[in-house]
């Protein structure tokens, strides 16, 4: 990343030894922790990447982002499958389920 990370979340498949992160660069990365390659970059938010989340059987990755959208990627092909727009992102998260972003009001979607 060229900028602050703000999230990072491992993969729920055990047999993989992935990691995401998203960062105020506008990117998301997707890394092997167990090999020193150089990982897939995923473009596409206009704003810093404050959450990533995979889905419970790994197939999908969520990422939100301070340009109001939530991005679902496919992870196995790492494409963008679907884009929810939003008034503005929240986010729950820390052991103490404290919110962190603004509400929105309205949300649409666009595949």
């Known amino acids: 990343h060229a900028d602050m990370v703000h999230s990072v979340c491992f993969s ?3 047999d993989t030894d992935l990691v995401v992160s998203g960062s105020d660069d506008e990117t998301v990365k997707v890394w092997e922790s167990k090999h020193s390659i150089e990982p897939v970059t995923l473009h ?7 959450s990533a989340a995979f889905s419970p059987d790994g197939s999908m990755l969520a990422t939100g982002s301070t340009d109001s959208t ?7 092909t790492w ?3 679907k884009t929810l727009h939003l008034g ?10 404290e919110e962190s972003g603004r509400r929105g009001s309205s949300t649409s979607s666009t595949d």
């Not at 596409?44 to 404050?50: A, F």
């Not at 939530?70 to 196995?76: A, D, G, H, P």
């Open 88 to 97: 503005t992102v929240t986010s729950k998260g820390g052991t103490g389920g």
């Open 79 to 81: 494409e963008e499958i």
């Open 44 to 50: 596409g938010h206009r704003g810093s990447v404050y």
């Open 12 to 14: 729920p498949c055990s």
């Open 70 to 76: 939530i991005k679902i990627w496919s992870t196995s």
